[in-house]
């Protein structure tokens, strides 16, 4: 029966406090990056100031000491629009490359039996909308972008999940979430080989040897975490100048960042006794008092500070630093960005024809229909159990919501259609179009269909929501 627990299960699907923060960090982005969304395609049709929000994105950025700027592409500064895509899309990807990392490590990609559910699910959830996106643009000069309709959004599809609150099953939670994650994984492989032009051989040595610097310091437990962002900068500067897209870097440098903290959990407890011990017992009344420390007492608490940074890994520090920038900054930044569509000259009809239409489809059928069957295959033939709690009806309502393609759709769609003029342009608008329509219909559906079919109580009422 679904509903039976044996105490590996209870073991695996435990929710520890990250992962709680992880998940709500990702469902109030998803808040946010709606409202990014809504304000861009406002702010786009008001005749009025829609040339303000359009010229915006044109200005050049500099970061420059004397010749050299740091946000130039051959040569050539980056317009404001071109930095929010290739400098701080590289931050998303670096943070989603050390959540990989985190995951492959001790995470829901740990345990190869564990992980086997989703990450085939999210091969079908890849596969068929690509398939269906060409078979209905074979022939037409959009047929490039097969890929847009390959991505979940993390961020969209678990803030449809926070709107129904514990009645979710946490087991279907991390069931999404891993499976965006491969997507995630999906995402990077089709930019690095079908993003990359003019390749400049030379620069990319040099980010090897730099790469190498930093793989060097990992296994030399260097703990700074300047030493990996500045050297990771340079990585990134190379990569984007020698034709392989920057965001690639991002994640590269990732992978390079020690999960290892220098002390083990014991020996930072052992110490943190140690330095509180040396506070006496006749200090007490007067450390009841707001009173200025002594320099002895300064030194006590300033070696548990020290300790403290040596517990956490530079990865889990840094992959906790960068959430909130992340989530509530980067994203929904190039949502606002790009996802500014003009519709006051489209035909109505336009949304169901072309480029749109087979984005739509690919989002809403080509993502149902390759999650959900890949699941069922992959359960049927006993590779992996059902999620916990969960049923088929409930796992297909969450595979509905995997349609939800936005952030990295928009990215493939602009990497797709950017660069070819006023013909790329009309296409690119399109897409988006299909990308907005498509993730909006997926998430309504599987949010519907998740209502109806979810239980009235809490789902795990062991766990604290």
């Known amino acids: 029966m679904l509903h039976n627990q044996n105490p590996v299960e209870n073991t695996n699907h435990s929710v520890f406090f990250a992962a709680r923060q992880a998940l709500r960090r990702h469902a109030t982005g998803g808040n946010i990056l709606i409202a990014a969304t809504l304000l861009a395609i406002v702010v786009a049709n008001i005749p ?28 050539h500064p980056m317009s404001m629009l071109q ?38 699910a999210a091969i079908g959830g890849m596969v068929i909308p690509v398939v269906i996106f060409f078979t209905l643009s074979v022939g037409t000069d959009y047929s490039n972008g097969a890929a847009i309709p390959m991505a979940t959004d993390i961020a969209f599809s678990l803030g449809v999940l926070a709107m129904l609150g514990s009645r979710v099953p946490i087991s279907l939670k991390i069931f999404l979430t891993t499976l965006a994650v491969v997507d995630d994984i999906g995402g990077i492989i089709v930019i690095a080989a079908f993003y990359s032009t003019h390749i400049d051989a ?23 975490k300047i030493f990996y962002l500045t050297i990771g900068t340079a990585v990134w500067f190379l990569f984007l100048n020698s034709g392989i897209h920057p965001t690639i870097a991002g ?15 014991k020996k930072y407890i052992k110490k943190m006794r140690n330095s509180i011990a040396k506070f006496r017992t006749e200090d007490d009344e007067l450390l009841n008092r707001k009173s200025i420390l002594t320099k002895e007492q300064m030194n006590y608490l300033k070696e548990i500070e020290s300790a403290s940074d040596k517990v956490i890994s530079p990865l889990q520090e840094l992959e906790d630093s960068l959430h909130p920038i992340v989530n509530f900054f980067i994203i929904p930044l190039f949502a606002f960005a790009n996802a500014g569509i003009f519709l006051l000259d489209m035909e109505p009809a336009s949304v169901f024809e072309g480029i749109s239409l087979a984005v739509i489809c690919g989002l809403v059928i080509g993502k149902f229909i390759g999650i959900f069957t890949f699941s069922w295959i992959t359960i049927k033939l006993k590779l ?33 259609f950017g660069s070819m003029g006023e013909v790329g342009n009309a296409l690119l608008d399109h897409a988006k179009l299909g990308i907005v329509v498509g993730s909006l219909i997926a998430g309504a559906l599987g949010f519907l269909a998740l209502h109806k079919t979810l239980p009235k109580q809490s789902a795990d009422p062991e766990v604290d929501e």
């Open 48 to 75: 009025a100031i829609n040339h303000y929000y359009y010229n915006f994105w044109d200005q050049e950025v500099r970061l420059q000491i004397g010749s050299f700027n740091l946000f130039s592409h051959n040569g």
């Open 83 to 120: 930095f929010i895509n290739d400098a701080l899309m590289a931050i998303f990807f670096f943070s989603i490359g050390l959540e990989i990392k985190r995951e492959v490590l001790v995470g829901e990609l740990a345990s190869f039996k564990q992980a086997l559910l989703p990450i085939v």
């Open 202 to 224: 030379m620069l990319l040595v040099y980010a090897a040897c730099l790469l190498g610097i930093l793989l060097m310091g990992s296994w030399m437990k260097i703990q700074s």
């Open 251 to 265: 994640v590269l440098v990732a992978f390079c960042i020690p999960a290892t903290p220098v002390f083990a959990p």
């Open 384 to 416: 992996a159990p059902m999620p916990v709690r969960s049923t088929w009806t409930q796992l297909a309502s969450v595979s509905m919501l995997g349609g939800i393609g936005f952030t990295v759709s928009l990215f493939i769609a602009n990497l797709s």
